[in-house]
């Protein structure tokens, strides 16, 4: 009966359903080659795989997501100061996939999931490719808030 009188805090946006026959894997990082691979089917320059181990070793955690022949077809990392701050680098789903819309959903939530449990209430700021915006929205995200603008320079 109290249950019916609680008001959540913020309304979470519900659990998107992971496709079947694909699997989210937060446990293990992708081997650099095989990101990097993934990484180059979704449009970016290819990166020497030495930095690409750097990265995933500096990065707090990462979400890859396999289909069911365990071929990577997603992915998100994160870093973070552990305070203030996290920034989400790397969100791309396998452009070839006809699931890519609901892939994008999935790991937006199971990155958002995570870190509003471990870092709640910090700022959080992301690198993504225009596919990702629909899937970022539903998650909260709002573009340029207050006329923010945000810059990349690759060096």
């Not at 396998?94 to 959903?105: E, I, M, V």
């Amino acid at each position: 009966m109290l249950d019916s009188l609680l008001i959540p805090f913020r309304a979470q946006p519900q659990a998107p359903v992971l496709p079947q026959g694909y699997s989210l894997d937060a446990a293990l990082h992708p081997a650099a080659a095989e990101l990097n691979g993934l990484l180059t089917s979704c449009g970016d320059p290819a990166r020497p795989l030495e930095r690409i181990e750097q990265a995933l070793e500096r990065s707090a955690w990462s979400v890859s997501l396999r289909d069911g022949q365990g071929q990577l077809v997603g992915f998100v990392r994160a870093t973070s100061d552990l305070a203030l701050n996290a920034n989400l680098w790397d969100l791309v789903v396998l452009p070839a996939d006809p699931a890519q819309n609901q892939l994008y959903l999935v790991l937006v939530h199971a990155a958002m999931t995570r870190l509003r449990r471990e870092l709640p209430g910090c700022s959080i700021s992301v690198a993504a490719p225009a596919l990702a915006l629909e899937a970022l929205k539903q998650s909260g995200f709002v573009v340029d808030p207050g006329g923010i603008r945000a810059m990349g320079l690759p060096l």
